[in-house]
Every structure is written in C-alpha cells, then in structure tokens.
Nanobody, 123 residues
Framework: QVQLVESGGGLVQTGGSLRLSCVAS????????MGWFRQVPGKEREFVAA????????YYADSVKGRFTISRDNAKTTVYLEMDSLKPEDTAVYYC????????????????WGQGTQVTVSS
C-alpha cells in the first residue's frame, strides 16, 4: 500500500512557474513508476508526465514537453513536477499516481492516487 500527498499548487500568472511535490509513504517507493495527471471538470483525467522507478527514463505529454520536468528523489520518497512557461490551458487539478512496473499513459494503469492539488493559471 502506498499513500500519496501532493502539494505546491496555487494561482500563477501566464508564463509563471510552479513546482509540485508528491510525498509517498508506504512500502517500496523506489520500485514504483510515478506519474502526474491532470483533470478539469467534465473531462477525463489526462496524462502529463511519468518517470521510471530509477529516474533514468522520463515521459511527457506533447502539450507539456519542453515546459514541464518530472523528477524523483527516492531517498525522500518524493516525486516532483517543475512547471515553467505556464499557460491558462494548464489550469487543472493535478494528481500524483504510482504503479508497479513500467510506466503507462493511461490513468487506469495506476494503482495509487493522491488527493490532487489545484493549479490555476490566470491570463
């Protein structure tokens, strides 16, 4: 069992930056692939980024590539999402997720979820 708690969301202007954190508790964090997803009301949860258990491989949605960076610190059982050059269309609730095995882009492939943190980008 893994518990995930996100933080770092907030209100930022277009072009600004935010850093999201997700602290995990429970067993074997370093063996899990970690992902970030986002969701706006009325839409499905959308893949944003993922990172392999070792941190050696990272994956991004086309919409955030070059602007967002995912990283992890296994010693601190924390995964981060650095978001730069933010746009109003990045406004959403951002969720951290964990799964055993290789990464997936589908939300249904993740076993554990945090409660989410709101990111709002004003124009």
């Amino acid at each position: 069992q893994v518990q995930l708690v996100e933080s770092g969301g907030g209100l930022v202007q277009t072009g600004g930056s935010l850093r999201l954190s997700c602290v995990a508790s429970g067993r074997a964090f370093s063996s899990y692939s970690m992902g970030w997803f986002r969701q706006v009301p009325g839409k499905e949860r959308e893949f944003v980024a993922a990172i392999a258990w070792s941190g050696s491989s990272r994956y991004y949605a086309d919409s955030v590539k070059g602007r967002f960076t995912i990283s992890r610190d296994n010693a601190k059982t924390t995964v981060y999402l650095e978001m730069d050059s933010l746009k109003p269309e990045d406004t959403a609730v951002y969720y951290c997720a964990a799964r055993g095995g290789t990464y997936r882009r589908e939300a249904s492939g993740y076993h554990y979820w945090g409660q989410g943190t709101q990111v709002t980008v004003s124009s």
